[in-house]
Each structure stands twice: as C-alpha cells, then as structure tokens.
C-alpha cells in the first residue's frame, strides 16, 4: 500500500521525478486520469491545501466522498481510526487528511485504504513542500548553492520543517531567521541561524512563514503586529535590499503588514500566487504516485 506522509520517505530523485510530473501537468505534457474515489478529511481549517486537492481530484476524473467534521460523527466522539474505517469500508481508495497530531498516520497503517498527509500538527506538510520546491525549480532549475531564507515562525510550522529537510537534502544554503523563542537549536541540522537583515539580502529565496498563534501557549504570544512587521517582517526597507533575481514565497494564508507588507504580497518578485496555482498540479501528481503504487500492488484491475 504505497502513502504520501513525508518528505524523508523520498530519495532526492523519486522527489524530482515528482517535481517534473507536476510540471508536465501543468505544461500540457502529459496527462492523468483515474476513476478511484478520494475523500479529504480535514480535521484542522484549510482553504489552499483542501480545494486544491479538491480541484487535483476533479481534473483527473476522481470520485470524491465527501466529510465534513462539524457534521460527522466525529462529534459524537469517533475516533479517527475509525472514521477511516468507515471510509473504507464504504470503497474510497485515497483518504487526504489532516489532523492537529502530528503523528496520527501511525494508527492507520494497518488499514486497507491509501493516505496522503495534507498537514499533521506541527510535523509534516509534505504536499505543500512538494509545491514549493516546484515553485523554485521552475524559477532556477537547480538547487545546489542556492540560498533559500526561511523566515518566521519555524518550530511550530510544518511547512517550515519538511522543506528545511527538503532543500537542505537537495543542496540549498538553508538560512533560518525570526524571533528566537519560534526556534529550534536542532534545527541548525539543516541550516544556519542569521538576522533577518542579513538572510533577505542573502537569500535567492525568501520564504516567509506565518505567525502560527494557534500552536502557541500564552508566554508566546509577547508581539504586537506592528512591532512583529518591524522586527521580523519583510517590510518595504526590506524589500529593496533584496538582490535583483531574489523571489518572495510564503505558503499562506498570508497576514499581511505582518509576515510581509501589503504591497508586497502581488509585487513583481513574489511567487505566492504561482505556489496556489502549483499546489493543483503537485497533488496531481501525488494522486498518479499514490495510485500507480496501488495498481502496481494490485497488478490485476484498472484504476
């Protein structure tokens, strides 16, 4: 039974051949079609990563079951296990999910029915890693010695940790940046801790996370918005310090005039809105991934 949960599952090439089949998607060079079902389980909000997955479903021709918490029985107190479960046994092939603990896939393992790791906790973002990268091959074509800041709320972002793990294993300069209480010393694994100053006129890259107050506990929560934007956001000064060929990429929901400036979030060097319209064509090709592994599995029916 062939997942998609994390990036550290992946050899560098089995993660390119990703990259490029999601190129090809999105460049008309080939296409992918499937009649399974999928059901996408979001246990935490979401708008980019579930109607993507949602618009990935419908352009390759999948059923889609459809779940919503504050209607199911999760509110009589079903478990996760067994709302899989229950999915399937009613025939869905893929259950897309995301849920506050970072570990909940573990639990699944045994069952009959294919999972793809939209979000777990503060661990992985596997999909929206699998996007980003995209983005960046697409605007450099190579990884070796490129300089990619990570800015912002970094320990308690999953997008920050598989794609700290990401670049580094494709050879990127990781630099790390933001208030030292939203950082991990074991992060220096992967990257190097600097100013904010420093890692935007540094970085080719300038990815900026935002401020996850929802993970936070009160003693974290010592900021202002306007003294947050000033300190560590990209804020106009900022900007113009940047080199020429540097881009801008934040996995949103953006905060704007904290995480980064109004003006700066469809500004000419920002690539958020390319990352939205990429994550489409990244989840398609997870669903081909994820599927050819069933079919290879199954060796007798079609998908």
């Known amino acids: 039974m062939r997942h998609f949960l994390s990036v550290d599952q992946f050899t560098n090439e089995e993660f390119m051949m990703l990259v490029k089949r999601a190129l090809d998607f999105k460049y008309g060079r080939d296409t992918f079609r499937s009649d399974r079902t999928a059901v996408n389980m979001f246990f935490e909000n979401s708008t980019r990563t579930k109607h993507s997955f949602e618009m990935a479903e419908h352009k390759i021709g999948m059923h889609q079951v459809n779940f919503e918490v504050s209607s199911s029985s999760v509110k009589k107190g079903e478990t996760l296990y067994d709302s899989v479960l229950t999915m399937q046994a009613i025939g869905v092939d893929v259950a897309v999910i995301r849920h506050p603990d970072p570990k909940y896939m573990d639990q699944l393992m045994n069952l009959n029915i294919q999972i793809v790791n939209a979000g777990s906790g503060s661990g992985q973002h596997p999909s929206q890693s699998l996007l980003d990268i995209m983005t960046i091959y697409e605007e450099f074509k190579y990884f070796k010695g490129l300089k990619v800041a990570i800015i912002g709320d970094i320990s308690h972002s999953r997008v920050a940790m598989s794609n700290m793990m990401m670049l580094n294993k494709l050879g990127a300069e990781v630099y790390f940046a933001g208030p030292q209480a939203y950082f991990d010393r074991t992060f220096e694994r992967y990257g190097t801790l600097m100013s904010v100053d420093d890692a935007v006129r540094e970085a ?26 000033q300190e560590y956001g990209l804020t106009r000064e900022r900007f113009l310090t940047m080199k020429d060929s540097a881009i801008i990429m934040h996995p949103a929901p953006v905060n704007r005039d904290v995480e980064l400036a109004d003006e700066l979030v469809e500004c000419e060097k920002s690539r958020i809105v390319k990352q939205m319209s990429n994550g489409v064509y990244a989840r398609i090709a997870i669903l081909e991934w994820v599927l050819k592994g069933r079919y290879d599995e199954l060796n007798s029916e079609k998908w």
């Open 204 to 229: 080719d890259v300038v990815m900026m996370l935002r401020v996850q107050l929802e993970r936070h506990d009160e003693s974290e929560q010592d900021f202002t918005k306007e003294a947050y934007h």
